[in-house]
Nanobody, 122 residues
Framework: QVQLVESGGGLVQAGDSLRLSCAVSGRTFSSYAMGWFRQAPGKEREFVAAISWNGIVTSADSVKGRFAISRDHAKNTLYLQMNSLKPEDTAIYYC????????????????WGQGTQVTVSS
């Protein structure tokens, strides 16, 4: 069983930065693809970024150049560095994990965290 726990959310002003973390339990972290999704009030959940077990990364056009996904295998932790935050980035951010990178990209992976709230004021 894999458990994911997000942290690092908060209330910030436009232009500020935040780093989200996702701590992963279990000994198979290094073999999982990981990703971040977000869901704003009244909107569907949307893909933010993903990273394969061997470090291949991809991200949504809306966050390219501002957000960076990374992982630390020694700490079993996934990160999302968010810079130049905008009010439209306000959402609950979820991390997800799965053995198949395609399921992570598609939002259908097996494991999800409980989410962390990010609020960006203008």
């Amino acid at each position: 069983q894999v458990q994911l726990v997000e942290s690092g959310g908060g209330l910030v002003q436009a232009g500020d930065s935040l780093r989200l973390s996702c701590a992963v339990s279990g000994r198979t972290f290094s073999s999982y693809a990981m990703g971040w999704f977000r869901q704003a009030p009244g909107k569907e959940r949307e893909f933010v970024a993903a990273i394969s077990w061997n470090g291949i990364v991809t991200s949504a056009d809306s966050v390219k150049g501002r957000f960076a996904i990374s992982r630390d295998h020694a700490k079993n932790t996934l990160y999302l560095q968010m810079n130049s935050l905008k009010p439209e980035d306000t959402a609950i951010y979820y991390c997800t994990a799965g053995t198949d990178f395609r399921t992570v990209l598609g939002g259908t992976a097996d494991y999800w965290g409980q989410g962390t709230q990010v609020t960006v004021s203008s």
